[in-house]
């Protein structure tokens, strides 16, 4: 329920805050005074499109804020869904800055408008008797079936039964396609899997060939070079080693005479031996080094089918080609399981299926057992507030396929008039007659559920005496359990009331300002007292107001 409204730099509205009774509140005012101007400002907070001329104040922003107790709604997984921090008593506020730019939040925290749209529309419902689409919407008439019926643990069995089926089918078709897929491209996917089986591709370094493959094409060169080397370092009459060796025999009688030269001896011979070591090895690997054609060929056919491969599949390294392998070795094995996959999955799919048809039963079930009596009760409210001769009652039809809804599908039907056949809804009542309509509905459902907050808007427009009573009486109902707000001009309803504002406009030499008061019980008496008699009300007025607040 709405606990605070505030509403600050809004059209004629400075600044407005009121604080509602959690059962019955009654707005009335002259025609202009602003109580429409409060029903725009909580549709901002609804979510509606702001305009920039919505300021009092230009160069100031416009704030429309309110406080609820949500307790009572159940609105804990929704706030999760949409990662809300959930209080019990929870603040939503608009706000429009004087560039146009629009911003919401909820318990502080950032939210779009569609976020808006859907948590508020929990809180507060606003119905004038204008306001037609939602009660012709067929969503919303197997909604007012199933709150009627009291079928909320029947919805959410049959909901979750109904997801899990579509998301079986859904897989079980995409299995499917991709069954037929690899099916189709079988042959070619064995043909790939074996010529890289066959390739050996943990037994091929590729590195390593490639080197191989290049010494032994340039062996003749790399023996000739390995040659001279060996020449150079040992083999020659003035080699390396020869004149290291009389380097050190030169040293050999002094050394005895300085540490110096002592270490210049010791550092020759190591370099002698390192030399050696080196001819050594360059002679060894002289003879190691064969020119062997078979061997290169070898190499080259290895390679190049490598090669191949590489380009065929876009690799760029054996293991890249062994990981596509792998994938295909998987791709075949999940090929020729498909068909058991597939099979395990059909009977899923028909088990999922006959728990939601049984699902469905049952909820339609519930529906139909309670469609006679729905329909009685709203004929005989709609007699009540002055429509004696109207006719409604409720079609059923099974639909062809289930829905996210069941597999029924509900058309009201109705007319206000003695003689003329009952119609959709769509097609026959004006406005009053479906605010009438309207207000029967949720005079029931109010029974049954916790609803939001509900705003009426002059529904009671064209009805007086004692159907406007009646009318009062049915509102004054709801609101034992539920918050209603309604703004009206019939002092009948006005008496009901357990708040009472009075909207009103005060006009200085600048401007105009709309302002709002709560009324003591005296006030209360003056202002019916008026809209019984006009603006000087008898003493008669008077005392058919005070006899009104007493009913």
């Known amino acids: 329920m709405l606990r605070h409204l505030l509403i600050k730099n809004y059209v004629l509205i400075e600044q407005l805050e009121i604080e509602p009774s959690p059962s019955f509140n009654i707005i009335t005012g002259e025609t202009g005074a602003g109580k429409s101007i409060m029903l725009g400002a909580v549709g901002l907070l609804m979510g509606n499109r702001a305009e920039t001329k919505v300021m009092y104040h230009e160069n100031e922003k416009c704030i429309i804020e309110g406080t609820f107790d949500i307790s009572s709604y159940d609105l804990q997984p929704l706030f999760q869904e949409y990662e809300l921090d959930y209080e019990s008593v929870s603040v939503i506020r608009r706000e429009i800055s004087p560039g146009g730019k629009s911003r919401a939040f909820i318990n502080d925290t950032p939210v779009n408008l569609e976020t808006l749209k859907t948590i508020t529309s929990k809180l507060i419902d606003i119905h004038s008797q204008h306001d037609t689409l939602q009660l012709v919407s067929d969503s919303f008439q197997l909604a007012i079936v199933d709150t009627f019926a009291q079928n909320q643990h029947l919805k959410e069995d049959y909901l979750q039964k109904y997801h899990l089926f579509k998301t079986l089918e859904k897989r079980f078709e995409q299995l499917c396609t991709e069954s037929q897929t690899l099916k189709t491209e079988l042959d070619y996917l064995q043909f790939q899997f074996e010529e890289l089986q066959k390739a050996k591709l943990e037994e091929i370094q590729q590195q390593a060939l490639e080197s191989e493959l290049k010494r032994l094409e340039n062996a003749e060169q790399i023996k000739t070079s390995l040659l001279g080397v060996c020449e150079y370092l040992s083999n020659a009459e003035f080699s390396a080693i020869s004149g290291i060796k009389l380097a050190i025999q030169a040293l050999g009688p002094i050394a005895k005479f300085s540490p110096q030269i002592q270490e210049l001896r010791q550092r020759l011979d190591s370099c002698r031996i390192e030399i050696q070591d080196i001819a050594s090895e360059a002679e060894q690997l002289n003879e190691e080094l064969l020119y062997d054609a078979e061997r290169i060929e070898t190499i080259k056919n290895i390679l190049n089918h490598l090669y191949t491969l590489q380009q065929k599949h876009r690799a760029g390294s054996v293991q890249e080609l062994i990981g596509i392998r792998n994938e295909l070795q998987k791709k075949l094995s999940r090929a020729l399981n498909y068909d058991e996959e597939i099979a395990q999955l059909q009977k899923d799919l028909q088990k999922a299926l006959n728990e939601l ?122 609101s034992k359990k539920h918050q209603v707000i309604v703004i009206t001009h019939l002092p009948q309803m006005a008496a009901k009331g357990d708040k009472h504002f009075y909207v009103y406009k005060e006009s200085s030499s600048e401007r105009t300002v709309s302002l709002v008061r709560e009324l003591t019980q005296e006030e209360r008496v003056y202002e019916i007292a008026q809209m019984i008699g006009g603006a000087a009300p008898s003493s008669t007025a008077f005392e058919s107001a005070r006899e009104l607040m007493k009913m």
């Open 357 to 478: 048809e049984t699902a469905a039963t049952s909820l339609s079930q519930s529906r139909k057992k309670v469609l006679e009596e729905l329909s009685t009760q709203i004929n005989d409210l709609l007699k009540s507030v002055g429509m004696p001769n109207s006719q409604f009652y409720i079609l059923h039809n099974e639909a062809n396929a289930l829905t996210p809804s069941g597999k029924d599908e509900i058309k009201m039907m109705f007319s206000a008039n003695k003689g003329i056949k009952p119609q959709e809804l769509k097609n026959v009542a004006s406005g009053g007659e479906f605010s009438r309509l309207m207000l029967c509905i949720k005079y029931l459902l109010a029974q049954k559920t916790a609803l939001p907050t509900i705003i009426f808007d002059e529904i009671d427009t064209g009805i007086s005496g004692e159907i406007a009573l009646k009318m009062g009486n049915m509102v004054k109902e709801m």
